[in-house]
């Protein structure tokens, strides 16, 4: 899996990102746009072409609001619209992707494009994509068991942890881990 994900602080979010996300999506990589949504599972709406139902979805939650999206992506997550009740000082969105169609170099452009794009219209401070393995791949659901990796979250409750440390491989062999 390739977790891509992207951190704004919460004050500078454009009240209408929800929106923009759909139209970058829609313009980069329409498999990223949310299929299902809410805020907790089973899922409580689908996606309509418009996407108001998405935006409309994000400005009324009081958590994260997380999707299904079409493969190569698999699933995302978008914390609540700015608020009174999401009054964090860092917000952020996340995006899960399977990695194998990214060796595909269209694919792995496009998504390279969303990511860049979403960066830009969130004006990130941080946003990085990250492989973790041993996922399992059902063909329509991905679990974890006690060998898969999990990517690292460099924002938790107590606030922002730093950048991610990373270990890579001898020279030549393109491996990183997180350590």
Do not use: N
């Amino acid at each position: 899996m390739v977790s891509l994900k992207w951190y704004c602080l919460t004050r500078s979010l454009d009240h209408d990102f929800a929106r923009s996300y759909l139209a970058l999506c829609r313009r980069s990589l329409p498999e990223a746009l949310p299929r299902r949504f809410g805020e907790f599972e089973p899922f409580q709406h689908k996606y309509s072409e418009s996407g108001e139902g998405f935006v409309a979805a994000w400005h009324a939650a009081t958590s994260t609001v997380s999707f299904s999206a079409a493969a190569p992506c698999i699933s995302g997550a978008m914390h609540a619209g700015p608020s009174d009740t999401h009054p964090g000082l860092i917000w952020s969105l996340d995006l899960e992707v399977l990695r194998d169609p990214l060796q595909d170099r269209q694919w792995r452009g496009t998504a390279r494009r969303l990511f860049i794009d979403v960066a830009e219209r969130l004006g990130a401070f941080f946003a990085s994509a990250e492989v973790t393995r041993w996922h399992i791949w059902s063909g329509g659901a991905v679990w974890t068991d006690a060998q898969t990796e999990w990517p690292i979250w460099p924002y938790a409750a107590q606030g922002w942890m730093g950048l991610p440390p990373t270990r890579c491989g001898g020279a030549g062999t393109g491996a990183c881990t997180a350590t």
